[in-house]
C-alpha cells in the first residue's frame, strides 16, 4: 500500500511541475516589471553604531529607444536635503544586467534569479551594496540591502517599493 500512496503522490507532482514553473515564471523579475512607470518606496538604512534612518525613494523607470532602462529616484531622508539619482542599465544577457548610478563609484552588475534581482555596486571607498530585490505577487517589491566595508556587514537597508496609480502621479 506504500508503494501506491509514493507512486500516485510522484505521478501528481510530475503533472504539477509544469503549473508551479508557469507559476513562478508569472513572476519573473524584469526591470520592467519591477521598475517600469511610477513607484514610491519606504525604507529603513542602519548604519555600524548610527540610527536607524527612515527613507522614502520616488521612482520613475522607462525602457529608452536604444534598449537601456532608464530609471530616475529622488530619495528623502528626513534630516537631509532630497538626493536625485539615476540609474541606466542594459541587458547583457538573458536575466544579467550591468549599468550605471549616478551616486555609484563604479559599474553596477545585476542578476535575475526568478522573483528576485540581486544588485551589487561600489558606494564610496571600499563600501559595497548587495541588494536583493524581490517581485511579490501583488507587485510590491521588497528590497533588502547590506553593506559591506572589506566584506565585514557595516549596514543594511529595508525598503518596501510599490507602484503608483495613473492618479496619484
Known amino acids: 500500500m506504500k508503494t501506491g500512496k509514493v507512486l500516485m503522490l510522484a505521478c501528481l507532482a510530475l503533472f504539477a511541475w509544469p503549473a508551479l514553473g ?40 522607462q525602457r529608452l529607444v536604444d534598449g537601456t532602462f532608464r530609471l530616475d529616484q529622488t530619495v528623502r531622508f528626513q534630516d537631509k536635503a532630497p538626493n536625485r539619482r539615476h540609474w541606466l542599465l542594459s541587458t547583457v544577457q538573458a536575466d544579467t544586467y550591468a549599468g550605471t548610478l549616478s551616486d555609484a563609484a563604479g559599474r553596477v552588475t545585476g542578476r535575475a534569479l526568478g522573483a528576485r534581482l540581486l544588485l551589487r555596486y561600489r558606494l564610496k571607498g571600499p563600501l559595497v ?41
Open 129 to 169: 551594496m548587495h541588494q536583493t530585490l524581490e517581485l511579490m505577487p501583488d507587485g510590491t517589491i521588497d528590497n533588502v540591502g547590506k553593506i559591506t566595508f572589506l566584506g565585514v556587514p557595516v549596514g543594511r537597508l529595508h525598503e518596501t517599493i510599490e507602484r503608483r496609480s495613473y492618479a496619484e502621479q
Open 22 to 61: 508557469a507559476q513562478s515564471g508569472a513572476n519573473h523579475f524584469t526591470l520592467d516589471a519591477g521598475f517600469g512607470g511610477a513607484s514610491e518606496g519606504h525604507g529603513t538604512l542602519k548604519l555600524l553604531f548610527g540610527a536607524v534612518r527612515p527613507f522614502r525613494v520616488e521612482s520613475h523607470g
